[in-house]
């Protein structure tokens, strides 16, 4: 019978495949978003798209397709994903904020569940499955987590 201490170190090898797979859909979600915006795929219609070069409309589209498909890439994830999370929390107080206090009321859900899952992912990094690692550009940010004073002491 796994005890519960088994089951934690089970989950924590996986947890970089799990961060990689919420980075990826995320990502792709997020992408769409833009593509809908810019062209009008995935069931938009033509007249629904943003103009060219309009505030903020036309840039955020650019940010989400952008941004989107870099972090579901794993390329400059923590980058991107701080981008994108500052251009989500401009969306909810710009836009929807001043229609009501919470996001179920103000229609705002997408914009602050999209702004705090990237700001998430500047704080883990990327997790598996990332171009980044595969160009030697690994920034899992394993090795920037403060370290215990145990590890400390074992490293000299």
């Given at each position: 019978?796994?005890?519960?201490?088994?089951?934690?170190?089970?989950?924590?090898?996986?947890?970089?495949?799990?961060?990689?797979?919420?980075?990826?859909?995320?990502?792709?979600?997020?992408?769409?978003?833009?593509?809908?915006?810019?062209?009008?795929?995935?069931?938009?219609?033509?007249?629904?798209?943003?103009?060219?070069?309009?505030?903020?409309?036309?840039?955020?589209?650019?940010?989400?397709?952008?941004?989107?498909?870099?972090?579901?890439?794993?390329?400059?994830?923590?980058s991107a994903a701080f981008v994108s999370s500052g251009s989500m929390a401009y969306a909810y107080f710009k836009v929807h904020q001043?229609?009501?206090?919470?996001?179920?009321?103000?229609?705002?859900?997408?914009?602050?569940?999209?702004?705090?899952?990237?700001?998430?992912?500047?704080f883990t990094g990327p997790g598996a499955l990332a171009l980044d690692s595969?160009?030697?550009?690994?920034?899992?940010?394993?090795?920037?987590?403060?370290?215990?004073?145990?590890?400390?002491?074992?490293?000299?």
């Open positions: 019978m796994a005890t519960s201490t088994d089951v934690t170190r089970t989950l924590t090898r996986y947890q970089p495949y799990a961060i990689g797979a919420f980075r990826i859909v995320v990502g792709l979600l997020f992408a769409c978003h833009g593509a809908a915006s810019l062209f009008g795929l995935l069931g938009v219609p033509d007249n629904a798209t943003v103009e060219a070069g309009t505030w903020p409309g036309w840039y955020a589209a650019v940010i989400q397709l952008v941004g989107g498909g870099l972090v579901m890439l794993g390329v400059g994830t923590r001043p229609e009501g206090l919470f996001p179920m009321e103000n229609m705002g859900e997408a914009s602050a569940m999209f702004c705090w899952a990237f700001l998430l992912l500047v595969a160009f030697g550009r690994d920034r899992t940010g394993a090795e920037d987590r403060p370290r215990s004073r145990a590890e400390a002491t074992a490293s000299h």
